[in-house]
């Protein structure tokens, strides 16, 4: 069964750092494209960033260009969200997702690609 399970969020001064960590098990190899989305409170769940199974594509949403960086260890099966500079509207429960239907390059901005997700991790961002 594959499980996946993010952490490293918190609270945090706009301006500040977080990294988030995302374990995905129950899979014998890291052939998935893998991705995390985000949702405030009253909104609905948005795209942040995604990447492909070779790590060669990784698009972002316009509101964390240049600020967060996605990044993979596939031999710990591990994915991560590095976020710099954050303001207080990136407060919002953070989501890992993998696509095990993935081709090598894709990465998809689309949620309803993801079949498996993570319970999710909280960053909260004060002013």
């Known amino acids: 069964q594959v499980q996946l399970v993010e952490s490293g969020g918190g609270l945090v001064q706009a301006g500040g750092s977080l990294r988030l960590s995302c374990s995905v098990s129950?899979?014998?190899?890291?052939?998935?494209?893998a991705a995390w989305f985000r949702q405030a409170p009253g909104e609905e769940r948005e795209f942040v960033a995604a990447i492909s199974r070779n790590g060669a594509n990784t698009p972002y949403a316009a509101s964390v260009q240049g600020r967060f960086t996605i990044s993979r260890d596939n031999d710990k099966k591990m994915v991560y969200l590095e976020m710099n500079n954050l303001k207080p509207e990136d407060t919002a429960i953070y989501y890992c997702?993998?696509?095990?239907?993935?081709?090598?390059?894709?990465?998809?901005?689309?949620?309803?690609?993801?079949?498996?997700w993570g319970q999710g991790t909280q960053v909260t961002v004060s002013s």
């Open positions: 997702a993998i696509d095990i239907s993935a081709i090598l390059f894709t990465a998809s901005m689309t949620s309803n690609a993801y079949e498996y």
């Open positions: 129950g899979r014998a190899s890291a052939r998935y494209a």
